[in-house]
């Protein structure tokens, strides 16, 4: 069993900023892809950024820029720096993992963190 544990989240103000981790823990071999996803009410569940397990990163456009994803294989953790947040970055943000457990590979969800960004 893998568990994905979120925090960081928080109410902030316009032009702040908000720093996310994500630790993940059970029985890993090893974690491929780590990313971060958010879902506003009523809308869809969105891509922000992914990172590979050999630093490669991909950003959504909306976020290029202003947010950095990182990680740190030695603790099994993701970490999303959230840099000028504007109004329309408040979310649910989640992050996700592939995780390799044996010979399968397979994505473990966090449990969600509430970002939200004040005018």
């Known amino acids: 069993q893998v568990q994905l544990v979120e925090s960081g989240g928080g109410l902030v103000q316009a032009g702040g900023s908000l720093r996310l981790s994500c630790a993940a823990s059970?029985?890993?071999?090893?974690?491929?892809?780590m990313g971060w996803f958010r879902q506003a009410p009523g809308k869809q569940r969105e891509l922000v950024a992914v990172?590979?397990?050999?630093?490669?990163?991909n950003y959504a456009e909306s976020v290029k820029g202003r947010f950095t994803i990182s990680r740190d294989n030695a603790k099994n953790t993701v970490y999303l720096q959230m840099n000028s947040l504007k109004p329309e970055d408040t979310a649910v943000y989640y992050c996700?993992?592939?995780?390799?457990?044996?010979?399968?590979?397979?994505?473990?969800w966090g449990q969600g963190t509430q970002v939200t960004v004040s005018s």
């Open positions: 996700k993992m592939a995780v390799v457990t044996s010979v399968f590979e397979h994505d473990y």
């Open positions: 059970g029985r890993i071999f090893s974690i491929n892809n």
């Open positions: 990172i590979s397990s050999g630093g490669s990163m």
